[in-house]
T-cell receptor
Framework: KAGVTQTPRYLIKTRGQQVTLSCSPI?????VSWYQQTPGQGLQFLFE???????NKGNFPGRFSGRQFSNSRSEMNVSTLELGDSALYLC????????????FGSGTRLTVV | GEDVEQSLFLSVREGDSSVINCTYT??????LYWYKQEPGAGLQLLTY?????DMKQDQRLTVLLNKKDKHLSLRIADTQTGDSAIYFC????????????FGTGTSLTVIP
């Protein structure tokens, strides 16, 4: 079956703009999590959605938001982009929010200039 | 706290065994994982271990967990050049749902 699909793969934005990233989980998976990966901070948890509800949120400013649709697809939005938001954004899905079996997508590489 | 630490680099010769180490601080961890990341790719789950286990073996991979010392290791037997990648350990706690705390990652280089 198809894996976790993230679009776009690469994105270049200007400071102050906003951006929306998309994640399509594996068919049947209802839990979607987002992570930010940077060389300096490593992998940091952004938020997790299950059945359209945000269940958990990491320590990121309110500029970072997300949502999940009824088909389990998820989007994350970053408003008023800063240079420090440049990162690889990874999405992961699992069937019922289990603590094992998370499958990650290849990520969206966001560059803010 | 959720500090998860790993050494940054490891270099081994092809055919030798690799041992990647990880230490964590939160004793309430319920699950511990090893992920592999190749250049330009996402994270691939290699294996996981429940906190009530000491060891898990899966083909060339052996995971050892020392709960007393909060130490996790991943042994790769007969390391191949295709094993060159960054390896992350991660922990999750039952009370935080599916939030993973990742280590800093260990870059494994396999020398032919």
């Amino acid at each position: 079956k198809a894996g976790v699909t993230q679009t776009p793969r690469y994105l270049i934005k200007t400071r102050g703009q906003q951006v929306t990233l998309s994640c399509s989980p594996i068919s049947g998976h209802r839990s979607v999590s987002w992570y930010q990966q940077t060389p300096g901070q490593g992998l940091q948890f952004l938020f997790e959605y299950f059945s359209e509800t945000q269940r958990n949120k990491g320590n990121f400013p309110g500029r970072f938001s997300g949502r999940q649709f009824s088909n389990s697809r998820s989007e994350m939005n970053v408003s008023t982009l800063e240079l420090g938001d440049s990162a690889l954004y990874l999405c992961a899905s699992s069937s019922q929010g289990q603590n094992y079996g998370y499958t990650f997508g290849s990520g969206t590489r966001l560059t803010v200039v | 706290g959720e500090d998860v630490e790993q050494s940054l680099f490891l270099s081994v010769r092809e055919g030798d065994s690799s041992v990647i180490n990880c230490t964590y601080t939160d004793s309430s961890s319920t699950y511990l994982y090893w992920y592999k990341q190749e250049p330009g790719a996402g994270l691939q789950l290699l294996t996981y271990i429940f906190s009530n286990m000491d060891m898990k073996q899966d083909q060339r991979l052996t995971v050892l967990l020392n709960k007393k010392d909060k130490h996790l290791s991943l042994r790769i037997a007969d390391t191949q050049t295709g094993d060159s990648a960054i390896y992350f350990c991660a922990e999750s706690m039952g009370n935080t749902g599916n939030q993973f705390y990742f280590g800093t990652g260990t870059s494994l280089t396999v020398i032919p």
